[in-house]
């Protein structure tokens, strides 16, 4: 028997003040059994990163032709295409024809460098993607927040980044690979 995925509550307030976006947001997410601690949080930290009042997790995680975390505009195209790990060069190409601006937070210590090498040349071609690359270190802190019912805050001020819920904080910084 299929286990089903587990329903995850998330009370997210949002002061960025890179981009002057203060608001709150109830989110309910689904995490499927294969789904790890660390790739929920990136999700929730991608959200948190470009959130705005378009901005949706996709129904279905497994449709690759989706994107899992898009803003669409009143037409129905995709501005912003959100991908989470280490993507096929194949798949981000297609996201960047579909997308006005596509973003990959990428994390795994280890393997990240690895695939970025294998995927520098042909990725910086697509002048409408940006690798950002998770440390290991504070994605492991994070994971401590995890629960089936979460309140956090996430500060963004010059690109520092906050993620606290109460009483954990962590402090962040990504590391942009490419533009």
């Known amino acids: 028997m299929a286990q089903k995925a587990s329903v995850i509550r998330v ?80 798949w981000l190409r297609k996201a960047s024809q579909k997308a006005k601006q596509v973003k990959v937070y990428a994390y795994g210590e280890r393997s990240v460098p690895i695939w970025w090498q294998q995927n520098e040349k042909a990725l910086k071609r697509y002048k409408n993607l940006q690798v950002w690359e998770i440390p290991e270190a504070a994605l492991k802190e994070m994971t401590q927040m995890t629960s089936r019912s979460m309140q956090l805050q996430c500060t963004i001020n010059e690109q520092q980044i906050w993620l606290s819920d109460g009483s954990t904080s962590v402090p962040l910084e990504l590391t942009l690979l490419t533009r």
């Open 11 to 90: 009370q997210l307030q949002i002061a960025d003040m890179d981009r002057h976006y203060y608001q709150d947001h109830n989110l309910t997410l689904a995490q499927h059994p294969s789904e790890t601690d660390e790739r929920l949080l990136v999700r929730l930290l991608a959200f948190a990163l470009n959130a705005s009042e378009n901005l949706a997790f996709s129904s279905n995680l497994s449709d690759e032709g989706e994107p899992e975390l898009s803003e669409k505009n009143l037409h129905g195209d995709i501005e912003l295409w959100v991908a989470f790990g280490q993507g096929d060069e194949k």
